[in-house]
């Protein structure tokens, strides 16, 4: 594991007791997932924060489960727009620029 900041470890801390708070068991992909979301400019690997999220969960004796819901920050996929791209039709041995051109044969 990588070390992460002091600053994302108090926010997984916090993640971790806010989970506590509820009384349902400690759900480590989706606070792990979040806190990824929320601190994106920390460019932490997301196994990374999976790993101090379930030290926290463990030292607190709580049941744990590892579900990634639909609700969770990343389980939506991005749906980018389709692209469109147009491709010029370039025919025969004699093409130039992307043109078409008509090829002539030799009289014999």
């Not at 926290?56 to 709580?62: E, V």
């Not at 969770?72 to 939506?76: H, I, K, Q, Y």
């Given at each position: 594991m990588h070390s992460l900041s002091p600053?994302?470890?108090e926010r997984i801390s916090s993640?971790?007791?806010?989970a506590l708070r509820t009384g349902d068991p400690i759900n480590v992909i989706q606070i792990a997932e979040r806190v990824l979301f929320e601190n994106a400019s920390e460019n932490v690997a997301l196994e990374d924060i999976e790993s101090a999220v379930l030290d926290?969960?463990?030292?607190?004796?709580?049941p744990i489960i590892f579900e990634s819901t639909a609700s969770?920050?990343?389980?939506?996929p991005y749906?980018?727009?389709p692209l469109r791209i147009s491709?010029?039709?370039i025919e025969g041995p004699h093409c130039h620029r992307g043109?078409?051109?008509k090829v002539q044969s030799k009289a014999r």
């Open positions: 600053l994302l470890m993640a971790v007791a806010v926290r969960a463990q030292a607190t004796g709580r969770s920050a990343l389980a939506t749906r980018a727009k491709i010029p039709i043109g078409r051109t």
